[in-house]
């Protein structure tokens, strides 16, 4: 992993690092040392790792909660070079939903493709980040909603080192298999008008997942219009599983 | 109304009083003076006013929000003298779901029939706690799960001053029609895997809620099995809301 930029403002400090290809963003307290909990965000679909309400999110989790976070670019977003693959089904599938489709097994069909090649490069993300000494190999939670669920439920069912995760935004049809097999808390978020995913879908996602201790929270609005007050809940969360 | 007892243990005070003949029990932090907010709980069926877990929020509430609660007794319940039609109703429901009746329409009837009774009553106590000089007439609070739910509905429903609920464990056929008339925020708990509830009458009272803004936090488990972490959510809510 190489670090490519230090900053830091208001306690914390934000490096840009890039592990092999993939570009990525490591938020810690200011003057941290020895090993704490890391949160690993995933971001939204067309997003990248660095847009506002991720920084906002980050910088909470830091100055709050003393976590280290961290996020990377998914493959064809942010920093990365579009992918050609990715953009031709992204392309047809818009067309698609505009000739009447469903979008939401076509959008679960996409997480799942993509997140064939998310889940190790996230796992070896992991494997770095714990590396740096203000980091270390303390207890790992998982955050991502939209994009970040779909990529997010398989990530965190095969991942051990994840001891938490909210998750949201998310249909059953792409992530009911691997959501049977996550066993640690979840706290999910669900937009009871969303416009993406139909509510049975988000419903049957939670359904789904194999935890003992999982936490449905669901509001009224729309795919992006998540409540602010979310995220003094997802705060609380972490730091009642990874504290 | 009429104080009947007076003790203070931990920073609490706790007083029992009557209203005409209605018990109730008001808790206040220890040597309150002047207006705060005030909770009125209602208890579950079977249950009653100072049940443990009831006693249990209300301290909570006075000793880390410095809010009064109070509660009464439901007719038929507590200290309050068996009521033969309710009896008899209840014991003919009982027969009826043994004989395989669903139990939902009939707990939903039964909640309406009381709550022509209660909602009055429980404006009445509203009045008069209200004028107590440690409580006041600031911003009211309901709490109120199950039959408090039940009763609760077309309560914050007809009562302008309740300005935040939390409700749950109720299902959409008795209440829906109140349920559109609330239009303050609301928490609303249901039990994921709750046997007296069904799932989709639950979701249904959520949905019908008129209110802007509500939450619905749903958990794993029965009826009575409500994660202890809820109520950390619901004294966040209530300070979120009334302070």
Request: aromatic content about 6%; glycine content about 12%.
């Amino acid at each position: 992993m190489r670090f490519t930029s230090q900053t830091s403002s208001d306690g914390v400090t934000e490096q840009l690092f890039a592990l092999g290809d993939i570009p990525g963003v490591l938020w810690t307290p200011e003057g941290a040392a020895g090993t704490r909990p890391l949160i690993l965000m995933g971001h939204g679909g067309g997003r990248h790792k660095k847009e506002p309400d991720m920084v906002v999110r980050a910088r909470r989790l830091v100055t709050e909660c003393g976590f280290a976070v961290a996020a990377v670019d998914v493959p064809g977003h942010g920093e990365r070079p579009m992918d050609e693959r990715y953009d031709r089904i992204a392309t047809e599938n818009q067309a698609r939903v505009e000739a009447g489709e469903e979008p939401a097994p076509l959008i679960a069909a996409f997480h799942a493709l993509v997140a064939r090649r998310t889940v190790p490069e996230w796992r070896a993300v992991l494997d770095a980040v714990q590396e740096v000494e203000s980091v270390g190999a303390g207890p790992v939670g998982y955050w991502g909603v939209s994009l970040g669920c779909g990529l997010g439920v398989p990530f965190v069912a095969e991942e051990p080192r994840v001891r938490a995760a909210v998750l949201g935004l998310g249909g059953a049809s792409a992530s009911a298999g691997a959501a049977a097999r996550i066993t640690v808390p979840v706290e999910f978020l669900l937009q009871w008008d969303d416009e993406r995913v139909p509510r049975a879908q988000g419903l049957a996602l939670f359904d789904a997942l194999g935890s003992a201790e999982k936490t449905l929270h669901a509001n009224p609005g729309k795919h992006g219009e998540i409540p602010a007050f979310e995220l003094d809940s997802t705060l609380r969360f972490f730091t009642r599983h990874l504290c």
